[in-house]
T-cell receptor
């Protein structure tokens, strides 16, 4: 069975600092996709960043970047220059077939 | 930019009543999905739908649930006889034929009393 594990239920970071959220997954598939979603209090699911497993290069979107380690099945999210608006729940998600499998989330609080 | 829409944003219903949650996927998308998120928990897959058929469903998606694409634009989730434990946020998503990325709607918050 495919699983996604986020081992940090809660994290906090000072504004303008950098924080890394961890995610590991388990699969026997070779081709798959990984995502990080942000869920603010409105509970809307907002795509932060995506990574195709066949790409060795780590994805980057402005202040957000990932460290994708395929052999270790690890997919961490780094947020640089944290802003108050980054305060939210962050979910890691995996997709091989046509469904997403989500982790349990990390609640991130950015402190002023 | 095209987006997935869902109505209503919040629905309150009594236990045992039927509810229909509505979604309008992105117009040229062909794959449709429902997910559920109980408050404070992770988002869970319910069902995927393609070519007017269910492609895959989870254990949560029992006989009380059904999905339908009644016309060319809407995609609905029906819960026949709601239970207290059906209270959750329900997300609709859609994806294109050659795209792996799913686009999520804003969700419908269902409260069963």
């Amino acid at each position: 069975a495919q699983t996604v594990t986020q081992s940090q239920p809660e994290m906090s970071v000072q504004e303008a600092e950098t924080v890394t959220l961890s995610c590991t997954y388990d699969t026997s598939e070779n081709n798959y996709y990984l995502f990080w979603y942000k869920q603010p209090p409105s509970r809307q699911m907002i795509l932060v960043i995506r990574q195709e497993a066949y790409k060795q290069q780590n994805a980057t979107e402005n202040r957000f970047s990932v460290n994708f380690q395929k052999a270790a099945k690890s997919f961490s999210l780094k947020i640089s220059d944290s802003q108050l608006g980054d305060t939210a729940m962050y979910f890691c998600a995996f997709m091989a077939t046509y469904k997403y499998i989500f982790g349990t989330g990390t609640r991130l609080k950015v402190l002023a | 930019e095209p987006e997935v829409t869902q109505t209503p944003s919040h629905q309150v219903t009594q236990m045992g009543q039927e509810v229909i949650l509505r979604c309008v996927p992105i117009s040229n998308h062909l794959y449709f999905y429902w997910y559920r998120q109980i408050l404070g928990q992770k988002v869970e897959f319910l069902v995927s739908f393609y070519n007017n058929e269910i492609s895959e469903k989870s254990e949560i998606f029992d006989d009380q649930f059904s999905v339908e694409r009644p016309d060319g634009s809407n995609f609905t989730l029906k819960i026949r006889s709601t239970k207290l434990e059906d209270s959750a946020m329900y997300f609709c998503a859609s994806s294109g034929v050659f795209s792996y990325e799913q686009y999520f709607g804003p969700g419908t918050r269902l409260t069963v009393t």
